[in-house]
């Protein structure tokens, strides 16, 4: 009896990545927060990121320009981001996120957290300890391709 192929690391890779965005677009689902995704999206790259100007913003959401500019616009009337001069070109502005944008990418996590908890009642804690660790294990090691790119 032949056994079944074992799956390629490429397959393994590719199975990560699916899953990875298929938990987040459940979370968004199940959780009672009201967040629009691609607000959620755009206050998480600032968060990760920092001060970006808009279109360091859209190659990194793979959005357009004029994308980037209404959604930082969404953020900044919402008081989420503010637009500051760039300190090293003063024809460019810097988007960032402000305490508010900060705090409601907080409360929109948390909801996305208590939202799917009820699902992971039968993984214990060191479970989800190993869990955690791996996944920002693997997020360490593919920052250091993603640098070039960045």
Known sequence: MKQPEQPSADDIVVDLLVTAGRLTRLAGVISNDDLPRALLRALAVFDEHGGLRVSDFARIDRCSQPAATALIGRLVTDGFATRTKDPHDSRAV??????????RLTEARRAFAAAMAPGLADFDLDRLIRLDTDMN???????TVARGHL
């Open 94 to 103: 810097l988007v960032e996120l402000t305490p508010a944008g900060r705090s």
């Open 137 to 143: 294990d693997l997020l360490t090691a593919l920052r």
